[in-house]
């Protein structure tokens, strides 16, 4: 039986000649203690499992500091890493941009270089041509000289005949 503190002040004993009944007085002193000794070790009770709360809590948020660190440090050099990656980033572009300059001046000195060798070609070809109509012109001029000496000839053979 729990007896509560207004249990304690209502009590009443009932009276005989001499005052109360000492074994009513008795036993419900014995309750009291008794009500009292379960408080007092739920007290206690209560009180280590709060004292292993504070502990386990405390242990929590170390872990919560470390997490929390953690994180910071994870963010930290997440955008560490973002940064130098930028970086790379634009290096390597720079050196992609600078390389297609070198590829552009020497594809335009390559195409400036084939044009000349094209117009050198050309103008060779033309000698070539020029010179194969003078030898035409030149072979024309013989194979004529030989007709006209042929039928020179052919007459001096006909005369004679």
């Given at each position: ?21 000492p ?42 500091d ?53 117009k ?42």
């Open positions: 039986m729990n007896v509560s503190p207004q249990d304690i002040q209502n009590q009443s004993f009932s009276t005989r000649l001499r005052g109360l009944d074994d009513e007085v008795r036993s419900f002193l014995a309750t009291v203690a008794e009500s009292m000794e379960a408080e007092i070790t739920e007290k206690e009770d209560l009180k280590m499992k709060l004292e292993r709360m504070r502990e386990s809590l405390s242990k929590l948020e170390k872990r919560e470390v997490l929390r660190d953690t994180l910071i440090a994870a963010q930290k050099f997440s955008g560490e890493i973002k940064v130098t990656a930028h970086r790379e980033a634009e290096i390597i572009l720079k050196e992609a941009e600078v390389r297609a300059e070198e590829l552009m001046k020497r594809a335009v000195e390559r195409q400036r270089t084939v044009r000349e060798e094209i050198a070609l050309t103008l060779r070809r033309r000698e070539i041509e020029n010179d194969m109509v003078h030898l035409l012109n030149s072979l024309r001029e013989v194979i004529e000289t030989y007709r006209q000496e042929d039928q020179e000839f052919e007459k001096i053979e006909f005369i004679g005949s």
